[in-house]
């Protein structure tokens, strides 16, 4: 008899025994173990790439075949790359900048989104209309106005009962959802404060070819323009970030922040920033994130308690607490994340992380404003006071900019605080 491995069985009896809740929408039935899971990507980088094998790497775990309908990209030869690699015709790959559109209505259910972050909430938006379960890459958004509309699409998708999971993978990784229940069993009492770091390399620079159009530099050179990435305390640092917004349990009240560049060639972002967020309470965490190549690295959290320590998923020194084992399908936090989003839509219970990858990009694009200006930055200068000059700040160009074909290049110089 051919055995199934435990995993795999673990995974099978979980959905078997899911609720038989009203079908969420599309051709997926709650309870019922569909044929084929249908998904389309949106962003055919190394994520991208990625990320389309993590979910057909879930779904073998689940037992469930996968079928790609269709992937896209900005770039039509990045889409075709992908299209080939994954099998499939040519005709399943788009590129320009309204291939979303055509991913979004090539039949499936699900949408992997891994563009860059300037475009998800567009891209989100339409998903959502269309009534697709999405994974939406981190960060969601660059700037106010993308992160409202993030949390207005967010619930949207819970009204109709679409699944939304987010990449901010140490969410699904064992050792800090351990650490997490640990914290909220009381091992270290109240977290009263910690640091968080992203402390490395500048990722990758692309340089702007001849004649190049500025739509097609930008969309190339994305990491290295706020406009388009958030700057990279929004685009790297936000895991760290998430995971004090995550383990305090709540976000920032503000943000105070210095930052500078020394050493970056193109673009208009800063090399390092230094932040502390007051979370209130008397709770501050120390932010701080550096990309220049030849410094000292470390990336993580550590977390001081009333009567003990925690490193984000790393060792906890305080009172030995009694937590229930996690078990997870997958040891790698990337496919597990795919895992959990699959089976929360079969079991009618979707899983809707919008509002917390939100919230954690939101507190990383309050402390760039805040070091950009020179200015404090509060919380709710973001999400409720209209008056504030920072509420209704919008990148230029926008993701709807680069599909009207009206792309103007930003400055390559980064802001000055005082003067920003
Ligand atoms: N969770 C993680 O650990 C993790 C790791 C790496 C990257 N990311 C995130 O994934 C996203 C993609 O990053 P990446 O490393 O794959 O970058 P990348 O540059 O390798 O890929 C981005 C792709 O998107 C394409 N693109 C640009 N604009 C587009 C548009 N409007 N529509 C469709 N495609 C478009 C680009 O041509 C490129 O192929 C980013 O948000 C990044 O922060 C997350």
Not at 75 to 94: I, M, N, S, V, Y
Not at 165 to 170: D, E, L, M, S
Not at 196 to 212: A, M, S, Y
Request: net charge positive; aromatic share 8%.
């Amino acid at each position: 008899m051919e055995t199934q491995p435990r995993r795999q069985f673990l995974a099978t009896a979980a959905l078997a025994g899911a609720a038989l809740a009203a079908a969420p929408a599309l051709g997926l039935e709650a309870g019922k173990r569909p044929a084929t899971l249908k998904v389309g990507l949106v962003g055919c980088g190394g994520r991208g790439n990625g990320a389309i094998r993590d979910f057909q790497a879930a779904a073998k775990i689940l037992g469930i075949p996968v079928e790609v309908t269709a992937v896209g990209d900005a770039f039509e030869d990045a889409a075709k790359r992908t299209a080939q690699g994954l099998g499939l015709p040519a005709d399943r790959a788009f590129g320009g900048f309204d291939n979303y559109r055509k991913v979004i209505a090539s039949g499936c259910d699900f949408v992997v989104m891994a563009t860059p972050p300037a475009f998800r909430p567009l891209h989100f938006a339409a998903a959502v209309e269309a009534g697709k379960h999405c994974f939406i890459e981190k960060p969601v958004c660059v700037d106010p106005v993308g992160a409202r509309a993030m949390l207005a699409s967010g619930e949207k998708a819970k009204a109709k009962g679409l699944g939304v999971v987010a990449g901010t993978q140490r969410r699904h990784q064992a050792a800090y959802l351990l650490n997490k229940a640990r914290i909220d069993a009381g091992a270290i009492g109240p977290i009263r404060g910690g640091t968080v770091h992203w402390n490395g390399t500048v990722p990758w620079i692309k340089r702007r070819n001849q004649g190049e159009s500025d739509a097609s530099y930008l969309a190339r050179n994305w990491l290295n323009f706020t406009e388009i990435s958030g700057d990279h305390i929004v685009e790297q640092h936000v895991h760290n970030i998430d995971v004090a917004l995550w383990f305090i349990g709540r976000p920032p009240i503000s943000a105070v922040g210095y930052g500078a560049r020394a050493r970056r060639e193109t673009g208009n972002m800063f090399d390092f920033f230094s932040v502390d967020f007051d979370f209130g309470q008397g709770v501050h965490i120390h932010s701080q994130c550096r990309q220049i190549t030849g410094t000292w690295s470390r990336v993580g959290e550590q977390f001081t308690g009333a009567t003990g320590e925690a490193f984000g998923g790393g060792r906890v020194a305080g009172t030995k607490v009694d937590v229930p084992e996690v078990k997870l399908e997958s040891d790698n936090p990337y496919v597990q994340e795919h895992v959990a989003l699959i089976k929360s839509v079969l079991a009618g219970k979707p899983l809707n992380e919008t509002q917390a990858v939100t919230e954690s990009t939101l507190a990383a694009i309050m402390a760039r404003i805040s070091a950009y200006t020179g200015d404090i930055v509060r919380w709710d200068d973001l999400l409720k006071n209209e008056k504030s000059p920072y509420y209704g700040l919008a990148c230029k160009p926008s993701a709807e900019d680069f599909e009207k074909g009206a792309v103007t290049l930003p400055e390559e110089k980064p802001p000055v605080p005082g003067k920003a």
